[in-house]
């Protein structure tokens, strides 16, 4: 008899490891981002200098400072990578939603990531166009509210 694969426990296999990445990855970066994770790297890199003289500043002395940091900055660059891919699509996933609720959003804004770099740029056009017309009108009531302003002050005064 032969024993089919199972697709679907395939699949929940790949998603509990990726969530074992994802709780992974959260965890050293907000412990790497903590006040407890640097003063442990000041209190390495003291324990570093302090036995320099013992080893008298040998090339192994300085290979395992330098071997150090750059294993851990290697590994770092992929978790720090993993959060902010993370963090951005919370983020877009959030303003999507903003976009959806209001009723007077233009919901094609929605799907800006599938847009190529050219009609980005024609959306933004559109969008500093629009600035620039608010700020016209914006500009416009102040100098009509300082007129209506001014002339009550004459009244007053008279």
């Not at 709780?23 to 907000?30: G, H």
């Not at 008298?56 to 660059?77: C, E, K």
């Not at 770099?117 to 102040?142: K, P």
């Amino acid at each position: 008899m032969i024993a089919m694969a199972n697709p679907f426990a395939e699949e929940a296999a790949n998603i509990r490891k990726k969530e074992w990445f994802t709780v992974f990855a959260q965890t050293t970066s907000c412990a790497a981002g903590s006040a407890q994770a640097f003063g442990l790297a000041v209190l390495i890199i003291v324990a570093w200098v302090v036995t320099g003289p013992i080893f008298r500043y040998s090339d192994t002395w300085q290979l395992v400072i330098n071997t150090g940091t750059t294993i851990v900055t290697f590994l770092m660059v992929f978790l720090i990578q993993n959060s902010q891919n993370r963090d951005s699509k919370l983020i877009q996933l959030k303003l999507d939603e903003l976009i959806r609720a209001v009723e007077t959003a233009e919901t094609s804004m929605i799907s800006l990531d599938e847009m190529s770099e050219t009609e980005l740029n024609e959306v933004r056009e559109n969008f500093v166009q629009l600035a620039a017309e608010a700020s016209e009108e914006i500009s416009d009531r102040s100098v009509a509210k300082r007129g209506r302003t001014s002339s009550r002050r004459r009244h007053a005064i008279a």
